[in-house]
């Protein structure tokens, strides 16, 4: 997906006052936490131009169903636990949406997303701008982030396709 005409205006969403430390589980490591189901920016404009360009696809999300909009950060040496987001009955119809939103990324860095996919491991770097979309009940995490001083943050968003 290609939000450049809107990058500037999530960084700086992203990049003031409102994060907390905590887990969204209770049952993993800690990391920087941010709600953004009641931010004007994300809960409208980047939940429309989302469904406008996931349609192209032809996966049409219910824009007015709880999204649980969230942002994570998370910083050096801190990896993810590995999951699957939906579990439960009807989990063909939820997505997940990620999409990276530090200021920069060099290989060196690591942080790599990585999910399962027909008994393969897929890797993908969080280069700035990315988006990804993918099923609910897919296993994914990432790899530590290597970037001393530096942050790895990504948006996420639970989607329900409309049938």
């Known amino acids: 997906s290609d939000l450049n005409e809107d990058?500037?205006?999530a960084l700086e969403i992203l990049h003031s006052p409102g994060w907390y430390y905590g887990s969204w589980t209770g049952e993993s490591d800690g990391?920087?936490?941010?709600y953004l189901d009641d931010d004007e920016f994300f809960s409208g404009r980047f939940t429309n131009i989302?469904?406008?360009k996931l349609k192209h696809y032809g996966l049409e999300i219910n824009t007015g169903y709880p999204r649980n909009i969230r942002a994570n950060s998370t910083g050096f040496a801190i990896g993810g636990e590995e999951h699957a987001d939906w579990l439960g009955e009807g989990k063909e119809d939820w997505f997940t949406l990620l999409w990276y939103c530090n200021?920069?990324?060099?290989?060196?860095?690591?942080?790599?997303f990585y999910?399962?996919?027909?008994?393969?491991?897929?890797h993908v770097m969080?280069?700035?701008?990315?988006?990804?979309v993918f099923h609910g009940h897919v296993r994914h995490s990432w790899l530590p982030y290597q970037k001393l001083n530096g942050q790895r943050i990504n948006v996420t968003m639970s989607l329900r396709q409309i049938k």
Not at 31 to 34: A, D, E, K, P, V
Not at 103 to 112: A, L, N
Request: hydrophobic share 20%; charged share 20%; net charge negative.
């Open 126 to 132: 969080p280069i700035p701008n990315r988006c990804l």
């Open 7 to 9: 990058w500037d205006s």
């Open 31 to 34: 990391q920087w936490i941010r």
């Open 50 to 52: 989302t469904n406008e």
């Open 115 to 122: 999910f399962y996919h027909e008994n393969h491991i897929h």
């Open 103 to 112: 200021k920069e990324y060099h290989p060196s860095y690591g942080g790599q």
